[in-house]
């Protein structure tokens, strides 16, 4: 199996695992930022396989820095949370 998708399954993993698994919740934040250096990593050194690749990149990137900013977590609204699953919108209430 290749790297992009180890790094892809570990991320599903972690997000489906995380709230039954207190241990696993309490590092997930770090996870997910490893995902995406390893990830960033992988684009960088393909960037010149073309444009596509770089854009991917950038899109990346941006996500990434969105996500260091707000502690290892994708920001999102209580909206949203409660069109996924009741479980994600009482989290985001609660602050976790």
């Known amino acids: 199996m290749g790297l992009l998708p180890t790094i892809l399954f570990l991320q599903i993993g972690v997000f489906l695992f995380q709230a039954k698994m207190d241990w696993l919740s309490s590092i997930s934040a770090f996870i997910f930022i490893g995902v995406y250096i390893v990830g960033l990593v992988f684009l960088w050194v393909n960037r010149k396989l073309g ?15 969105v996500i ?3 502690d290892g977590r994708m920001p999102v609204s209580l909206e949203a949370a409660k069109v996924l699953d009741p479980s994600y919108s009482e989290a985001l209430e609660v602050g976790n």
Do not use: E, R, S, Y
Request: hydrophobic share 70%; charged share 0%; net charge neutral.
């Open 51 to 65: 444009f596509g690749v770089q854009l991917i990149l950038v899109g990346v990137l941006l996500n990434f820095i």
């Open 68 to 70: 260091i900013a707000n």
